[in-house]
């Protein structure tokens, strides 16, 4: 049978695991033993617990701020590397390159250069632009901050690619037509290219927003498995793992704020696929 | 300027059909000037960080790694002998070895049965089959992790490499990527072949299979990668720092070494230049697999 080997994964590995996580959500499981149905008590708790909400915030912010970014950002990019001319596909290739490099390392990377004696503050302090350093990685917001900024450093690449495929199929005669009318290459941007890859756009935005709502090695590496000060930027995954398979190991309530996580991406893309789909006459 | 200069560009996505692209046969000096202005401040800072990581790993204890020279005056492999002594990072590197040739090769096997039985054959409880993987696709990983490691536990594979692999060993986005891949074959050889009866084990292994070996590499490609790259999971399951994958192993180095900044920039040069090498000798697969994944999947 063909379908076996995958269905047997799908089960084991995906659909089980995602009905368990629900059985669970409404018991008292910890990860040695227990489990004894609690209700709606995990659920209650969840609206209590100020490290969840922080939580929320913050992940929800990390979506604000990056998605934006890597929907205007990449396209942009693009548009440099679109038109066939010399080293642009070396371009294109190093462009790309931070997309296939782990997170882990990306995120050690930046730590280094945005550590108090790291290299970005030295060039701040000796360009006059700040006295002191500044606390990067020891600052919650500013932590989380710089995280956003990792995350979109190491997108840029790919959804670059993502774009590239779609400007292929906007049609070079709006943009010869454009010219001859006499409109220049920031006319023809907001006048051809982004009408053309709108779709496009939409599809970054979803792709973008749901891999925010996922964040996790970015604050894990850049601040030592400790998510700032006091945990101070702590995002959903991270607090899921914490709580669920860290020494407590409380599964059950673990359990509950992994569904609110799931409820709050099939909510935002359901959402968001509605939203495109008014705008699309 | 004309187009004529454009004959060395690399050719990074052999899929997409030159005309489509606007062929804006005027560029003027200026522009062209800017463009590349811009291309290369983008260079800078995109390839900048690995550039000035690497160079740190290069420097021996005697120099400053503060300075704002970043050229190593001494270059020397001390770094990476340390990264050695302190984590068995050739254990590492071969565990990550496993865990992602083993999750290429059986994205690859499963992936392209699946993608093909949804694309070429009729059985019962197809509906079925497609809203199960659909489901695999739309429920996060994230979300059923802490469930999985139970499951995990209740077999026994935690802290072992099964452990990690399993999970990932038939995404929904490769048995896609079959699937499209095997509605683009003309049915009508493999009629034939039915018609000659071969039986579907036949027609799927000497006929389909042998046709879709672009899309069988950038399965593999993105499946390498991706376990290659991954952290989270590892980091779950793998309890024992001897079984650690390498980009586990690095954040552990990391964290007991935080201290020498040098030797942690060899611990990621060695995580991160193997992948270098294999996109930029394999680049137009993983541009492919972006085209096809980032617009379907």
């Known amino acids: 049978?063909?379908?076996?080997?995958?269905?047997?994964?799908?089960?084991?590995?995906?659909?089980?695991?995602?009905?368990?996580?629900?059985?669970?959500?409404?018991?008292?499981?910890?990860?040695?033993?227990?489990?004894?149905?609690?209700?709606?008590?995990?659920?209650?708790?969840?609206?209590?617990?100020?490290?969840?909400?922080?939580?929320?915030?913050?992940?929800?912010?990390?979506?604000?701020?990056?998605?934006p970014l890597l929907v205007v950002?990449?396209?942009?990019?693009?548009?440099?590397?679109?038109?066939?001319?010399?080293?642009?596909?070396?371009?294109?290739?190093?462009?790309?390159?931070?997309?296939?490099?782990?997170?882990?390392?990306?995120?050690?990377?930046w730590t280094w250069l945005l550590a108090s004696d790291g290299m970005v503050n030295q060039l701040l302090?000796?360009?006059?632009?700040?006295?002191?350093?500044?606390?990067?990685?020891?600052?919650?917001?500013?932590?989380?901050?710089?995280?956003?900024?990792?995350?979109?450093?190491?997108g840029l690449g790919y959804y670059m690619v993502v774009y590239l495929a779609a400007l292929g199929n906007v049609s070079k005669d709006c943009h010869e037509a454009a010219q001859v009318d006499g409109a220049?290459?920031?006319?023809?941007?907001?006048?051809?290219?982004?009408?053309?890859?709108?779709?496009?756009?939409f599809l970054v935005g979803l792709l973008g927003a749901i891999a925010a709502m996922k964040v996790f090695a970015e604050v894990f590496v850049m601040s030592y498995g400790t998510a700032g000060p006091g945990g101070q930027a702590r995002t959903l995954v991270y607090t899921i793992r914490e709580v669920g398979l860290g020494l407590g190991g409380e599964v059950g309530y673990a359990s509950a704020m992994s569904l609110a996580l799931f409820v709050l991406t099939i909510g935002f893309s359901v959402g968001y696929l509605r939203a495109q789909k008014a705008e699309t006459p | 300027m004309t187009t004529s200069l454009s004959a060395p560009a690399a050719h990074v996505a052999p899929q997409e059909p030159q005309q489509l692209r606007p062929d804006r046969a005027r560029h003027t000096r200026g522009g062209l000037v800017l463009r590349y202005t811009l291309l290369a401040l983008v260079f800078a800072l995109l390839v900048g960080p690995f550039l000035w990581q690497f160079l740190t790993s290069l420097k021996d204890s005697s120099e400053s790694?503060?300075?704002?020279?970043?050229?190593?005056?001494?270059?020397?492999?001390?770094?990476?002998?340390?990264?050695?002594?302190?984590?068995?990072?050739?254990?590492?590197?071969?565990?990550?070895?496993?865990?992602?040739?083993?999750?290429?090769?059986?994205?690859?096997?499963?992936?392209?049965?699946?993608?093909?039985?949804?694309?070429?054959?009729?059985?019962?409880?197809r509906t079925v089959a497609d809203v199960m993987f659909l489901a695999t696709i739309i429920i996060p990983f994230e979300v059923i992790m802490v469930s999985v490691f139970l499951t995990m536990r209740s077999i026994g594979?935690?802290?072992?490499?099964?452990?990690?692999?399993?999970?990932?060993?038939?995404?929904?986005?490769?048995?896609?990527?079959?699937?499209t891949a095997f509605l683009g074959l003309p049915r009508e050889i493999e009629e034939a072949a039915m018609l000659d009866g071969a039986n579907s084990w036949q027609r799927f292994r000497t006929i389909a299979l042998p046709s879709v070996k672009g899309s069988i590499s950038v399965v593999a490609i993105f499946a390498f990668v991706f376990a290659w790259d991954d952290f989270?999971?590892?980091?779950?399951?793998?309890?024992?720092?001897?079984?650690?994958?390498?980009?586990?192993?690095?954040?552990?180095?990391?964290?007991?070494?935080?201290?020498?900044?040098?030797?942690?920039?060899?611990?990621?040069?060695?995580?991160?230049?193997?992948?270098?090498?294999?996109?930029?000798?394999?680049?137009?697969?993983?541009?492919?697999g972006v085209g096809e994944g980032g617009v379907k999947g």
């Not at chain 2, 990932?168 to 079959?178: D, E, K, Q």
């Open chain 1, 125 to 154: 302090q000796a360009l006059r632009i700040v006295q002191e350093p500044l606390p990067f990685l020891t600052d919650a917001s500013l932590l989380l901050f710089c995280c956003m900024l990792v995350t979109v450093w190491k």
């Open chain 1, 184 to 201: 220049g290459p920031v006319r023809r941007f907001w006048s051809v290219t982004v009408p053309g890859v709108r779709p496009t756009m």
């Open chain 2, 157 to 179: 594979l935690v802290d072992s490499l099964a452990g990690v692999i399993l999970p990932t060993a038939a995404t929904g986005l490769s048995i896609i990527l079959m699937r």
């Open chain 2, 232 to 288: 989270l999971w590892p980091l779950v399951i793998l309890k024992n720092p001897d079984n650690y994958t390498l980009t586990v192993g690095i954040q552990y180095l990391s964290g007991t070494f935080s201290a020498n900044q040098r030797v942690i920039a060899a611990g990621t040069m060695i995580a991160v230049i193997p992948l270098l090498a294999l996109f930029f000798s394999l680049q137009r697969w993983f541009f492919m």
């Open chain 1, 1 to 67: 049978m063909f379908l076996a080997p995958a269905l047997i994964i799908a089960v084991l590995f995906h659909l089980w695991p995602f009905i368990n996580t629900l059985v669970l959500s409404f018991t008292d499981a910890r990860a040695l033993g227990g489990g004894s149905f609690v209700g709606l008590e995990n659920y209650g708790r969840l609206l209590e617990d100020p490290n969840f909400w922080l939580a929320t915030r913050n992940t929800v912010l990390y979506m604000v701020v990056v998605v």
């Open chain 1, 73 to 109: 950002l990449p396209l942009l990019l693009a548009v440099l590397v679109q038109p066939k001319l010399p080293a642009i596909g070396f371009f294109r290739s190093v462009y790309y390159s931070p997309v296939v490099a782990s997170m882990v390392v990306v995120g050690l990377i």
């Open chain 2, 65 to 125: 790694i503060y300075t704002p020279n970043p050229i190593p005056q001494n270059p020397t492999m001390e770094n990476y002998r340390t990264v050695a002594e302190t984590i068995p990072v050739f254990r590492y590197i071969g565990n990550s070895l496993i865990v992602a040739t083993s999750s290429a090769l059986l994205n690859v096997i499963f992936g392209s049965m699946a993608g093909y039985a949804l694309a070429r054959l009729r059985f019962r409880g």
